[in-house]
């Protein structure tokens, strides 16, 4: 099993040697957008032993608490290093654009809810995963949320949808209602310690 896991990480490196920007959103707070974030970003440094930046494009940073110690450059903004990442905590979409643009190893964007200001930064990732919940309480607002911001502004195709929890009628009504795949996320215990058995779920979000 580990030999067939880390022989698809090295496919990864081999057909991403340009590097990936990859963004990360939610159809409302505190559905894991940060967390799945973290985990990609975490991923990316300590199993692909990749260049890897995460930025956290919000207001309020939730994560200067934990990771704002170590404080270093990166290109014209200021950022943070911590366990391998480096971290910048923005709230300009302008600075997060440019970084997309002049960096050359992985960007991943925690962006938080999705919303016409930060719509420019999600348009120009190449990978792009939204999460929300399929639960029959939260399902009229993952609808609309997909109503407001996804229709004829961006391709489904190209995005990856992820629901809370592992619901398979969720899934078949999710296809029958968009032609799209409802993707379930890892389960994962700690974004900053990955065990193997999350490797594989992370690998097919990239």
Known sequence: MKRIIFNKIKNK??????GKTICVSAIAPKLGCTFISLAIA?????CLRENVIFIELKEESSLLGMVGENQ???GRSIGYKYKGVKYILTNSVEEVIELLASERGYVIVDLGV???KT?????????KIIIGSFMPWQRRDFHEF???NIFKRFDMENIKFCQLGRDKEAQQLFYESYRCRLNNLPKIDNPFSLKEENFEDIINLL
């Not at 490196?13 to 340009?18: A, G, H, L, S, V």
């Not at 719509?119 to 990978?127: G, T, Y």
């Open 42 to 46: 975490n991923f990316i440094g300590s």
């Open 119 to 127: 719509a420019a930064v999600f348009n120009i990732c190449e990978n």
């Open 146 to 148: 997909i109503r407001k």
């Open 13 to 18: 490196k081999d057909n991403n040697n340009k």
């Open 72 to 74: 270093i450059s990166i």
């Open 114 to 116: 999705l919303g016409n």
